[in-house]
């Protein structure tokens, strides 16, 4: 059974940093495209950064561009989020998932994506 478990996530300042991890289980992930979402109080579930199978291409929400790094291992079937300059704006619950389709290109949309995590909250503070 696919599995994707979150971590790192908690309370920080604003202007303050984060490593976000999402490791994944049960099945081959080196072939497949990871993305990043949050999802804030109130608000949809919204794309914030995602990363090719190979590692060579990323892509990010403008909200969050210059300010955040998305990085993978595939080694160890983890991707990761660095984030930094956090705002109080970025106070969401983050979600990691894989794509539907194997040597595919990254995806910025919800149903592109097959399997996800449970999320990790990330809380910062004015």
């Known amino acids: 059974q696919v599995q994707l478990v979150e971590s790192g996530g908690g309370l920080v300042q604003a202007g303050g940093s984060l490593r976000l991890s999402c490791a994944a289980s049960g099945g081959t992930f080196s072939g497949y495209a990871m993305g990043w979402f949050r999802q804030a109080p109130g608000k949809e579930r919204e794309f914030v950064a995602t990363?090719?199978?190979?590692?060579?291409?990323?892509n990010y929400a403008d909200s969050v561009k210059g300010r955040v790094s998305i990085s993978r291992d595939n080694a160890k079937n983890t991707v990761y989020l660095q984030m930094d300059s956090l705002k109080p704006e970025d106070t969401a619950v983050y979600y990691c998932?894989?794509?539907?389709?194997?040597?595919?290109?990254?995806?910025?949309?919800?149903?592109?994506?097959?399997?996800w995590g449970q999320g990790t909250q990330v809380t910062v503070s004015a």
């Open positions: 998932a894989v794509d539907r389709c194997r040597y595919c290109s990254t995806y910025t949309t919800e149903d592109k994506y097959e399997y």
């Open positions: 990363i090719n199978w190979r590692g060579t291409s990323t």
